[in-house]
């Protein structure tokens, strides 16, 4: 028992599959995940810091790296499954903070006990370094999903996924970052050859033209 358990544990987070039993043409994992929103997390502080805001760059990046660290106990549960209600995610958070907390008390020194508990506790919060990490999640499963509809893939699912993930994205819009991402990423995402294009432009386009009207 000990910080050997811990760095042990981190080559779970490969294992873990996200968005398990559906059907993929390219399978991605927790770890990934968690590099790529810290990434992408970056680009959106820079983002932000371009136009005067200040990021907390220790928050965020602490923030990114760690925000998926609860799934080695509790694995990937699907978005639809985890955000279906209120009452439901704050269950799932409830379980999620009692995991990490035991695992803290059991594998890292006390000294650092308090460091952890506050390094591994959920990230997103109204900070601005929160909001650019709920931002980052939901641009990298967007962009997760927006490659199985690139594929034809048939999985409705991901359709629904990449609808979900644009709508929370398009909450954060007041963030200069998130502008950005509306009025560049998105359009040059959308001119790439792929067989769904109209679709996926028509659900896009009714999602960003609700935040205008």
């Given at each position: 028992m000990?910080?050997?358990q811990y760095f042990k544990r981190l080559s779970d987070l490969e294992k873990l599959i996200r968005l398990p039993g559906k059907f993929k043409y390219f399978e991605?994992?927790?770890a990934a995940h968690s590099f790529k929103v810290t990434k992408i997390a970056q680009y959106l502080g820079t983002v932000e810091e371009y136009h005067g805001n200040e990021v907390d760059w220790k928050s965020l990046y602490e923030k990114a790296l760690n925000h998926?660290?609860?799934e080695i106990f509790t694995g990937?549960?699907?978005t639809p499954v985890k955000y279906a209600s209120g009452e439901l995610k704050k269950l799932?958070?409830?379980v999620e903070e009692e995991m990490v907390d035991h695992f803290i008390n059991e594998e890292i020194p006390e000294p650092y006990q308090a460091i952890y508990r506050e390094r591994l506790q959920?990230?997103?919060d109204d900070s601005l370094e929160g909001q650019l990490l709920s931002v980052a999640d939901k641009i990298d499963l967007l962009y997760e999903t927006f490659g199985e509809i690139q594929k034809r893939n048939p999985e409705q699912l991901f359709f629904e996924i990449y609808e979900m993930s644009l709508e929370t994205i398009m909450q954060?819009?007041?963030?200069?970052?998130v502008q950005d991402f509306i009025e560049n990423i998105i359009p040059e995402m959308l001119t790439e050859k792929f067989i769904p294009k109209s679709e996926l432009r028509e659900t896009t386009m009714a999602i960003l033209n609700n935040r205008n009207g």
């Open positions: 000990g910080v050997h991605h994992n927790v998926d660290f609860a990937d549960i699907k799932f958070s409830q959920e990230g997103k954060f819009d007041h963030l200069s970052s």
